[in-house]
């Protein structure tokens, strides 16, 4: 069949981000499906089209598949006005795409949540299957962060949230609270699944075997190093590493390191707040490719996960780091519950603290340092369940399934007199 697949953010392995597009458009790819995905253009992802843009908009096949990239420029430092108006050029310029395409799919990954306009476009004007896949819950996030308060704009986006998840002939979440919201939307009648992002164990079991380990600079062989990785954003919370790192200072524990690898519109600010506090602890890295940064992973002894202590995360999250981590066999070590924090208690693969308690964050480290043989052994356990629960392969082949049995149910409810 053929699927247009929007997703704003669209990279190869040669970028700095998340691949979940490329990886599920490969696989549809390989089980025999025509696939055009529609992106704008991110300042860490690498579309793997190279050709100048002609009014706006360049195309070329990458690995097989079809891309369309808008010359519609993203940063996550961006401010949040600046941001939502890229949001809303790339749905306006995806919905007329939408609606002179004769694809038999329409497959839209939501954040944004406007990635969903194409999808209802091409649903209530030209009767096209739309399947919906949900990232992150909104408004439910920015509204709990307060990053959205404007009153109209909240209401705005809970009338389009309601009306994508009632346009959509499919579900994809995330997490397990993204499928909860689903239910409480639209019930169980819908099919919907589960596909979490995936933890790429034999991609980054092959770029091990190509390179060195990398120690960040400024760590010693000896030190404990251990890494944040992608977005620095509010969101992230990372404040609560910063004020660890000082209990970390303060009891003189220089031997271990906690390095920032990534960007976002937090980083120049906590970089400046390490270098007023004399936090030599703190190492920031730019963003890097993940080619680069699984050199930087397997010189590293634990994988930190961060985020802000807002409740609306606990179950509604995916986030990229965590299966990052498995992947690569590093100890964990989390500061908010929820269902990432009960994998890690749950299989013993790291270290759970709760929120808003840098005292006890330190204590986690320092624990880990003072036991280096259980943080490999909770580093090897991570990443037998990467490759047993997470596995990127498993996973998009659950994906390409669901997305043809729900095409084929709803032409055979199409076919019923």
Same mark, same amino acid.
């Given at each position: 069949?053929?699927?247009?697949?929007?997703?704003?953010?669209?990279?190869?392995?040669?970028?700095?981000?998340?691949?979940?597009?490329?990886?599920?458009?490969?696989?549809?790819?390989?089980?025999?499906?025509?696939?055009?995905?529609?992106?704008?253009?991110?300042?860490?992802?690498?579309?793997?089209?190279?050709?100048?843009?002609?009014?706006?908009?360049?195309?070329?096949?990458?690995?097989?598949?079809?891309?369309?990239?808008?010359?519609?420029? #993203?940063?996550?430092?961006?401010?949040?006005?600046?941001?939502?108006?890229?949001?809303?050029?790339?749905?306006?310029?995806?919905?007329?795409?939408?609606?002179?395409?004769?694809?038999?799919?329409? #497959?839209?990954?939501?954040?944004?949540?406007?990635?969903?306009?194409?999808?209802?476009?091409?649903?209530?004007?030209?009767?096209?299957?739309?399947?919906?896949?949900?990232?992150?819950?909104?408004?439910?996030?920015?509204?709990?962060?307060?990053?959205?308060?404007?009153?109209?704009?909240?209401?705005?986006?809970?009338?389009?949230?309601?009306?994508?998840?009632?346009?959509?002939?499919?579900?994809?979440?995330?997490?397990?609270?993204? %499928?909860?919201?689903?239910?409480?939307?639209?019930?169980?009648?819908?099919?919907?699944?589960?596909?979490?992002?995936?933890?790429?164990?034999?991609?980054?079991?092959?770029?091990?075997?190509?390179?060195?380990?990398?120690?960040?600079?400024?760590?010693?062989?000896?030190?404990?190093?251990?890494?944040?990785?992608?977005?620095?954003?509010?969101?992230?919370?990372?404040?609560?590493?910063?004020?660890?790192?000082?209990?970390?200072?303060?009891?003189?524990?220089?031997?271990?390191?906690?390095?920032?690898?990534?960007?976002?519109?937090?980083?120049?600010?906590?970089?400046?707040?390490?270098?007023?506090?004399?936090?030599?602890?703190?190492?920031?890295?730019?963003?890097?490719?993940?080619?680069?940064?699984?050199?930087?992973?397997?010189?590293?002894?634990?994988?930190?996960?961060?985020?802000?202590? %807002?409740?609306?995360?606990?179950?509604?999250?995916?986030?990229?780091?965590?299966?990052?981590?498995?992947?690569?066999?590093?100890?964990?070590?989390?500061?908010?519950?929820?269902?990432?924090?009960?994998?890690?208690?749950?299989?013993?693969?790291?270290?759970?603290?709760?929120?808003?308690?840098?005292?006890?964050?330190?204590?986690?480290?320092?624990?880990?340092?003072?036991?280096?043989?259980?943080?490999?052994?909770?580093?090897?356990?991570?990443?037998?369940?990467?490759?047993?629960?997470?596995?990127?392969?498993?996973?998009?082949?659950?994906?390409?399934?669901?997305?043809?049995?729900?095409?084929?149910?709803?032409?055979?409810?199409?076919?019923?007199?």
């Amino acid at each position: 069949m053929k699927i247009l697949y929007f997703h704003q953010y669209f990279s190869t392995r040669q970028g700095a981000t998340g691949t979940r597009p490329y990886e599920q458009a490969r696989a549809l790819c390989e089980a025999g499906h025509e696939v055009r995905v529609v992106c704008g253009s991110f300042d860490v992802a690498n579309t793997g089209l190279s050709g100048e843009f002609v009014d706006g908009v360049r195309h070329g096949n990458v690995d097989g598949i079809d891309v369309t990239e808008y010359k519609l420029n #993203f940063s996550n430092s961006h401010g949040l006005l600046k941001r939502s108006l890229t949001f809303l050029r790339f749905a306006l310029r995806s919905a007329a795409l939408a609606f002179r395409s004769d694809a038999d799919l329409i #497959f839209a990954s939501s954040t944004p949540l406007t990635a969903a306009i194409p999808g209802i476009v091409a649903k209530l004007r030209r009767g096209r299957i739309f399947i919906f896949e949900v990232r992150d819950v909104w408004p439910e996030l920015p509204k709990a962060m307060g990053a959205i308060k404007n009153p109209v704009v909240l209401w705005a986006l809970g009338l389009l949230e309601r009306r994508a998840y009632r346009s959509a002939d499919g579900f994809v979440g995330l997490s397990p609270g993204i %499928v909860a919201r689903f239910r409480e939307v639209v019930g169980d009648a819908t099919p919907m699944t589960l596909v979490s992002n995936g933890s790429d164990v034999e991609m980054y079991k092959s770029l091990a075997a190509e390179g060195d380990p990398i120690r960040p600079a400024h760590a010693r062989e000896s030190d404990f190093v251990a890494v944040f990785t992608g977005t620095h954003g509010k969101a992230n919370g990372l404040d609560a590493v910063l004020q660890a790192a000082e209990v970390l200072k303060a009891c003189g524990r220089d031997d271990i390191k906690l390095a920032f690898i990534g960007s976002g519109s937090e980083k120049p600010r906590l970089k400046k707040l390490a270098e007023e506090q004399q936090l030599d602890n703190c190492l920031f890295i730019d963003a890097v490719p993940k080619t680069t940064l699984a050199g930087y992973f397997r010189g590293a002894d634990a994988g930190l996960m961060i985020l802000d202590n %807002v409740p609306a995360f606990y179950q509604g999250t995916s986030p990229n780091k965590f299966f990052d981590y498995l992947a690569n066999g590093l100890a964990l070590v989390t500061n908010y519950p929820g269902w990432v924090a009960d994998i890690i208690e749950k299989e013993e693969i790291g270290l759970a603290v709760p929120p808003e308690r840098p005292a006890l964050l330190a204590d986690a480290l320092v624990h880990l340092a003072d036991n280096r043989k259980q943080a490999r052994l909770f580093g090897e356990r991570a990443l037998e369940i990467g490759r047993r629960d997470f596995n990127r392969e498993n996973l998009n082949a659950r994906f390409v399934e669901f997305l043809q049995t729900t095409v084929a149910e709803h032409g055979a409810r199409g076919r019923r007199p």
